[in-house]
Structures are given as structure tokens and as C-alpha cells.
């Protein structure tokens, strides 16, 4: 059974950067779709990002696209979120989430994924 743990998580200015990683332990991601989510306070989680370990597809949802990039090393067993120019409305607690067999593509987030990180806390200041 995989296992994932998160990181890089922090506090940050607004325009400022994060890379939050999420590492595969107890197997790989192989066969594994990875899925990025995030919880601010008081609203529902939100899917933000998707990578196939199968084809390396990507997705990112609309509060994501041109300033967010997801990634694989999957000689690292690991998958990584690069938030470029950040807002305040970033904050959140992001979890990784893994999902064997699942299609990377619009309406990924709706699924429902087996394996989850315990989050990483990002907050963006104005």
C-alpha cells in the first residue's frame, strides 16, 4: 500500500513561490494518478492539480492554470507542485492524493482517491 507524505509547504509573501513535494513510500506511483488538493478555512476541498503516472498527462483546474506546474521524478517516487506568483487566496492546507487506473483529465477532482498525504499548510500574505 502506497504511503505519501508531503512537503515544502510554508509561508509566503504574495507573487512569491512554493514547491510542495509529495513522496511515495511503501511502492511507487506507478499505475498511480496523483491529484493535488487543497482545503482553505471554512471551505470545501478543491482539487487544484492532476498528473498521470501512465502517460504523464497533466490537468489543472482554472484557479491553477499559468501560474501552477505538476510534475514527476519517478526515480524519486515523487511528485511536485511549483506555485508561481501566489495569492492570498492560495491559502490552504494542500493535500497529495494517489489513485490507481484513474484518467487524468477534467473532472479528475470528482473522483474518489484511496490514498492521501496529511497536508501541507501554505499561507500567502497580501
Known amino acids: 500500500e502506497v504511503q505519501l507524505v508531503e512537503s515544502g509547504g510554508g509561508s509566503v509573501q504574495a507573487g512569491g513561490s512554493l514547491r510542495l513535494s509529495c513522496a511515495a513510500s511503501?511502492?511507487?506511483?506507478?499505475?498511480?494518478?496523483i491529484g493535488w488538493f487543497r482545503q482553505a478555512p471554512g471551505k470545501d476541498s478543491e482539487g487544484v492539480s492532476c498528473?498521470?503516472?501512465?502517460?504523464?498527462?497533466?490537468y489543472y483546474e482554472d484557479s491553477a492554470k499559468g501560474r501552477f506546474t505538476i510534475s514527476s521524478d519517478n526515480a524519486k517516487n515523487t511528485v511536485y507542485l511549483l506555485m508561481n506568483s501566489l495569492k492570498p487566496e492560495d491559502t490552504a492546507i494542500y493535500y497529495c492524493?494517489?489513485?490507481?487506473?484513474?484518467?487524468?483529465?477534467?473532472?479528475?477532482?470528482?473522483?474518489?482517491?484511496?490514498?492521501w498525504g496529511q497536508g501541507t499548510q501554505v499561507i500567502v500574505s497580501s
Open positions: 498528473i498521470s503516472s501512465t502517460d504523464t498527462s497533466t
Open positions: 492524493a494517489a489513485e490507481p487506473g484513474l484518467v487524468c483529465g477534467k473532472g479528475w477532482a470528482s473522483y474518489t482517491f484511496d490514498y
Open positions: 511503501g511502492g511507487t506511483f506507478e499505475g498511480y494518478t
